[in-house]
């Protein structure tokens, strides 16, 4: 208002006018005298450098009744906000999922959280093959460090083999500069999700909630030893007997024994689904019943 009256030399009127604000408005003046509150807020605030306004607030309405807002105006007017240190968030590149052809491919690993019966906190390791869905490995145990994970890879690469890549989220066991140090010694890619996008690593996400869903959710963990032994059951169970909708209804390990034949015709592709299943393929129509022809009956006279 005042730039407006000073610049085009116009009259208070035809300012106010235009502007729609009544004259007494634009010509008030506050009163008010912050002097007292200024002076009590710049001794609390030097007291307690990292109180905010409103702890100060709480501590100025001990010894006289004050609003909070106003609190808050002398409070910004003398630059006190206290500035927050913001959390580094880890950054992670987006990678294209490469196409599978093969097992050993690519790993995924994740950890679930369960309890047992006396309450102790129990945390398994799972590993699955991405291409074959096998379950290479289920670590229980009470706590699972970098180097217990790195222990039980490379048991599991002693019997197949090691991994080209291996996929997990941004833990701290399986971003630490041992579990790094060993993947870069092993020759292995560690592929890190984005955080919080964990549909990135979607295979060993299904697995996970197969197993809450068919195994701990329905056992009953006595101890730690009874929980080893339920899940690794649940493990030989999960590979030989149970039939996978991913793999067409096969086993995985009847589709891995599948992709590793030399005789398959085509082992690089998911077997086809037999007939029957409700997954969209038709099954085979019965023939329709051959009509026979039959000689008309003759009628009588009624």
Aim: charged share 30%.
């Amino acid at each position: 208002m005042r730039r407006l009256v000073d610049e085009f030399r116009a009259s208070e009127r035809r300012v106010c006018g235009l502007m729609e604000i009544p004259r007494m408005s634009y010509r008030y003046r506050s009163r008010r005298d912050d002097s007292g509150l200024r002076e009590r807020l710049l001794k609390l605030a030097r007291e307690k450098p990292r109180f905010g306004y409103r702890r100060l607030w709480v501590m100025l309405t001990s010894e006289e009744r004050v609003n909070h807002k106003r609190v808050w105006r002398v409070y910004r007017d003398l630059g006190l906000s206290v500035k927050r240190t913001r959390r580094k968030r880890l950054e992670r590149a987006l990678r294209p999922r490469p196409v599978l052809t093969a097992p050993n491919q690519e790993w995924a690993v994740d950890f679930v959280s369960d309890v047992a019966a006396s309450g102790r906190r129990l945390r398994i390791f799972t590993v699955v093959d991405s291409y074959t869905r096998e379950c290479l490995a289920l670590e229980v145990d009470t706590s699972l460090p970098s180097r217990r994970v790195t222990r039980a890879l490379a048991e599991i690469m002693d019997r197949r083999g090691a991994p080209v890549s291996i996929r997990s989220d941004n833990g701290p066991e399986v971003s630490s500069r041992h579990y790094l140090a060993w993947c870069i010694e092993k020759r292995i890619d560690a592929v890190h999700i984005q955080p919080g996008k964990p549909t990135q690593n979607a295979h060993i996400e299904s697995f996970n909630g197969r197993l809450r869903d068919e195994c701990l959710n329905v056992s009953w963990f006595w101890n730690l030893f009874d929980a080893r032994a339920k899940i690794a059951a649940w493990r030989e169970d999960y590979n030989s007997r149970r039939p996978h909708s991913a793999l067409r209804y096969l086993t995985p390990e009847e589709f891995a024994r599948r992709a590793a034949s030399p005789s398959s015709p085509s082992n690089i592709t998911r077997p086809a689904l037999p007939q029957g299943f409700p997954d969209g393929s038709t099954v085979a129509a019965a023939p329709a019943p051959a009509l026979t022809q039959t000689r008309p009956r003759e009628e009588g006279p009624i």
